[in-house]
């Protein structure tokens, strides 16, 4: 245990006569084993202030913890620095495993929590959308093993409730999210819970870099498509927003056969969109380049963005019988917008919501990438090494992206 290892230096340094500093980012509070110890006269270090000026001491680092530590993109404080640091090696849980993070995306929903729009435990790890390898599983876990090729949905399911009992783990109430509700996947090691019912094995044939896209926007993109009312051949789609969980569903829409339509205010994203065959459109001609485009109306609308306008556009642009999936979040005021429900009841207009997939409807959505309908290598923008995923995330603060796509850091051990 890594509280064991640090009591064993504290008294190796204290035996030598030396002060004994304590880096505040450690398992216990340096106050806390100071207290344990009986160690009168200790300096609590903050690894970004004091700690440079004070090599000269005896202190417990990651130099003579090596091996217990793992490097990670923390933030202290909403909106702080997010920055490289040696942290704890995750415990193994009895029901989960560690994953070593071979590849990891930077997601609008890590800035999002970053900013303070959804709230985490501080200091806190970003990341929710990864694949990598098993590094150690506990004791009650039964179909994975140290060394598979893995990746999982951004929200895990607790395996006992009712929703996740019928395959609906994405929308259990007592779910966990790498990433938000305990440390994320910007960082060397993962901890996904319950291990059984959340970790998807990963294809032969699948790259990391290509898996590390699938737990967020890709599989939201997908159960939006294919759960409510599955997109058939010359159908019409019309996506609003045009970033990486936009053109996930433009993707999957194609290769389903429909007729799609993007719609973004990044000339940038509607290039990409039109790079996935889709018919790309500003914001500003979207009511009547998409009437004359589809006549009566689209079949199926997704809003990618997540705001009241976009929300709104999207479900007045539907046909009779037509459905609305909102996947983008609605955060802050845009959590109470309106809608048209005049046009919603006279028309029999649906709406939902998708969020993310479950690991047992994973298989259909392999199934095609691996017979080749599906190829994720189109969505990645962009390959960054792992410790600049947090400049990555921070960068989104510009609403209008000047590159489209799908950001993917890689570890040093290649994706």
């Known amino acids: 245990m890594l509280v064991d290892v640090i009591f064993e230096a504290i008294e190796r340094i204290r035996d030598e006569g030396a002060t004994v500093l304590l880096l505040e980012q450690h398992a216990l509070a340096a106050y806390e084993i100071a207290d ?105 876990v039964r179909g994975f093993a140290p060394g598979d090729r893995v990746t999982a949905p951004f929200v895990n399911g607790c395996g006992r409730c009712e929703w996740c009992r019928t395959g609906d783990a994405q929308i259990c109430p007592d779910q966990t999210q790498p990433g938000f509700s305990h440390p994320g996947s910007f960082a060397e090691r993962v901890v996904v819970r319950v291990a059984d019912v959340n970790l ?40 609003f927003g045009c970033g990486g969980v936009g053109l996930s569903a433009i993707m999957i829409a194609r290769a389903l056969g429909a007729r799609v339509i993007g719609v973004d205010l990044s000339a940038a994203a509607r290039a990409r969109a039109a790079e996935l065959d889709a018919v790309a459109i500003d914001v500003a001609e979207t009511s009547t380049a998409i009437a004359e485009l589809t006549g009566a109306g689209a079949h199926l609308t997704i809003d990618a963005v997540g705001s009241a306008a976009t929300a709104l556009a999207a479900v007045s642009v ?20 309106p809608l048209p429900w005049e046009l919603l009841v006279a028309q029999e207009l649906r709406v939902a919501g998708s969020h993310g997939m479950s690991a047992a409807d994973y298989p259909a959505m392999l199934g095609m990438i691996t017979d ?27 609403p209008v992206a000047t590159r489209a796509g799908i950001t993917v850091a890689v570890s040093d051990t290649g994706g």
């Open 36 to 140: 344990y110890l009986y160690v009168s006269e200790f300096g609590k270090l903050n690894m970004l202030g004091d700690a440079p000026k004070l090599l000269e001491e005896s202190f417990v680092t990651a130099a003579n913890l090596e091996g217990h530590l793992v490097k990670a993109i923390v933030y202290d404080v909403v909106g702080a620095p997010a920055l490289v640091r040696d942290v704890a090696e995750p415990d193994c849980p009895e029901d989960g495993a560690v994953i070593t993070v071979r590849a990891t995306g930077v997601c609008r929903s890590d800035w999002h929590a970053w900013r303070g729009h959804e709230a985490v435990p501080l200091p806190h790890i970003p990341g929710h959308e990864f694949a990598g390898v098993i590094a150690a599983v506990g004791a009650q």
């Open 200 to 239: 998807v094995r990963l294809p032969d044939e699948l790259d990391f870099v290509s898996a590390a896209a699938l737990g967020c926007r890709f599989a939201t993109a997908f159960r939006a498509l294919t759960a409510y009312r599955r997109v058939e051949p010359e159908d019409w789609v019309v996506v």
């Open 318 to 337: 539907l046909r009779r019988g037509g459905q609305h999936v909102q996947v983008g979040l609605m955060l802050d005021a845009d959590a109470l917008a």
């Open 372 to 398: 080749g309908l599906l190829d994720l290598r189109g969505l990645i923008a962009e390959r960054i090494p792992l410790q600049k995923a947090g400049t990555a995330m921070m960068a989104m603060d510009n």
